[in-house]
């Protein structure tokens, strides 16, 4: 079946510090993959996407690389800013989308 | 163009209550899908379409009934309303073909089941 797991919160950093949040998915065929940003007391919007292997995906600083070799999308930031803080999604589509449990990050200045 | 519209934002329910929460999207999207979301837990999809006068359940279906009647609309009936049904529920759509297309989510309908 399809499924995606990604790293528990939260995550705390400072101002400025590098992030990583780890996704790992399960999946026949070939999925697209998805990172997902909840603002509080907004809706999910997309972040990036990547639809094959070996893709990188990138917005507002943020970047994923599509890995088939190790199923994994990791959600990666050099330098953090307050304005970051959010809840973060991993998703993947094949016949329909399938979500992580997320991961909520706080940065702090 | 609106995107995914959502009403109402909130609602309050007594335990047996019926109500629908209402769904539309002005993308021409096939596919449509209910989420709810509760803390911890992340999206849970509860129901999705993909196309008008077809539905499917979700993980979660229980106590849901849906129908899509028209390409824009999707509204989710909670049938008899139980305090296990307190969450924030997100409606989202998206293109049906093509792998890569994204889901365009809407604000969120905040229900609170007494």
């Known amino acids: 079946g399809n499924s995606v797991t990604q790293m528990e919160g939260p995550v705390t950093l400072s101002e400025e510090a590098f992030l990583t949040i780890n996704c790992t998915y399960t999946a026949t065929g070939y999925p697209s993959l998805f990172w997902y940003v909840q603002y509080p007391g907004e809706g999910l919007q997309l972040l990036l996407k990547?639809?094959?292997?070996?893709d990188k995906g990138s917005n507002k600083g943020f970047e994923a690389t599509y890995r088939k070799e190790t199923t994994s999308f990791h959600l990666e930031k050099g330098s953090v800013q307050v304005s970051d803080s959010a809840v973060y999604f991993c998703?993947?589509?094949?016949?329909?989308?399938?979500f992580g449990s997320g991961t909520k990050l706080n940065v702090k200045p | 163009n609106a995107g995914v519209t959502q009403t109402p934002k909130f609602q309050v329910l007594k335990t047996g209550q019926s109500m629908t929460l209402q769904c539309a999207q002005d993308m021409n999207h096939e596919y449509m899908s209910w989420y709810r979301q509760d803390p911890g837990m992340g999206l849970r999809l509860i129901h999705y379409?993909?196309?008008?006068?077809?539905?499917d359940q979700g993980e979660v279906p229980n106590g849901y009934n849906v129908s899509r009647s028209t390409t824009e609309d999707f509204p989710l009936r909670l049938l008899s309303a139980a305090p296990s049904q307190t969450s924030v529920y997100f409606c989202?759509?998206?293109?049906?073909?093509?792998?890569?297309?994204?889901?365009?989510f809407g604000p969120g309908t905040r229900l609170t089941v007494l």
């Open positions: 989202a759509s998206s293109r049906l073909a093509g792998g890569g297309d994204t889901q365009y």
């Open positions: 990547a639809t094959k292997a070996d």
């Open positions: 379409s993909v196309g008008a006068g077809i539905t």
């Open positions: 998703a993947l589509r094949s016949d329909k989308f399938y």
